[in-house]
């Protein structure tokens, strides 16, 4: 089965810390993986997208990183700001006939000051 | 506009009532999505429409859900006989390409239904 697992659940971290969100797929064909922010009671953002080939991308004080191997990502948020505290969604994009994005649970960060 | 626009945002309807709900997709977007959200998960895919064929609609729960994008624009997803099982987010995404294929896909804030 297509699954997207993440971890932690939720996470607490004091405003200019450091923190490393962590993903498990098992989907397959892979077409993409992507990490998404999603504030409470909005829609998902985009914050990276990475193909097989890359192994990390950047997006500001935020960085992706890709094990295509191990079937592994992590988010690494570097000097967290208040308005970090969302929820951050893995998601790998199907390969299959239809691409369809398969979402994982997230990860709810809080930052307090 | 600018973005992707759903309504309502909020909509609370008494079981067994017909609901619809509406995504206007950025102009010109190829690709539109439909995903169904509960409260604490992840969003789960419902149906995807390229243009105003409806390509894949594997994710619809039963068959008192449906969804029509009948110009390839503005989608409706419509929920018949809603039960308490159905209250969740629903959001919309579209995409300029057909499927996703590395591009971006822009997300509406989603309507929460709640059904009582």
């Known amino acids: 089965k297509n699954q997207v697992e993440q971890s932690p659940q939720s996470l607490i971290i004091l405003e200019g810390k450091n923190c490393t969100l962590q993903?498990?797929?098992?989907?397959?064909?892979?077409?993409?993986l992507r990490w998404y922010k999603q504030d409470t009671g909005r829609g998902p953002v985009s914050l990276t997208i990475m193909t097989f080939s890359e192994n990390t991308k950047s997006n500001g004080r935020y960085t992706a990183t890709l094990d295509a191997d191990t079937k592994q990502s992590s988010l690494h948020i570097t000097a967290s700001q208040l308005s970090d505290s969302a929820s951050y969604i893995c998601v790998v994009e199907y390969g299959g006939a239809t691409n369809k994005l398969i979402f994982g649970t997230g990860t709810l960060l809080a930052v307090q000051p | 506009g600018a973005g992707v626009s759903q309504s309502p945002r909020y909509k609370v309807a008494k079981r067994g009532q017909d609901v619809a709900l509406r995504c206007d997709p950025i102009s010109g977007h190829v690709s539109l999505f439909w995903y169904q959200q509960a409260l604490g998960q992840g969003p789960e895919f419902l149906t995807y429409f390229q243009n105003e064929a409806q390509l894949d609609k594997s994710g619809l729960p039963s068959d008192r859900f449906f969804a029509e994008r009948p110009e390839g624009s503005v989608s409706t997803l419509k929920i018949q006989r809603t039960q308490q099982e159905d209250s969740a987010v629903y959001l919309c995404?579209?995409?300029?390409?057909?499927?996703?294929?590395?591009?971006?896909?822009?997300f509406g804030q989603g309507t929460r239904l709640t059904v009582v």
């Open positions: 995404a579209s995409s300029f390409t057909g499927g996703y294929m590395n591009t971006e896909a822009f």
């Open positions: 993903c498990n797929y098992t989907v397959s064909p892979f077409s993409n």
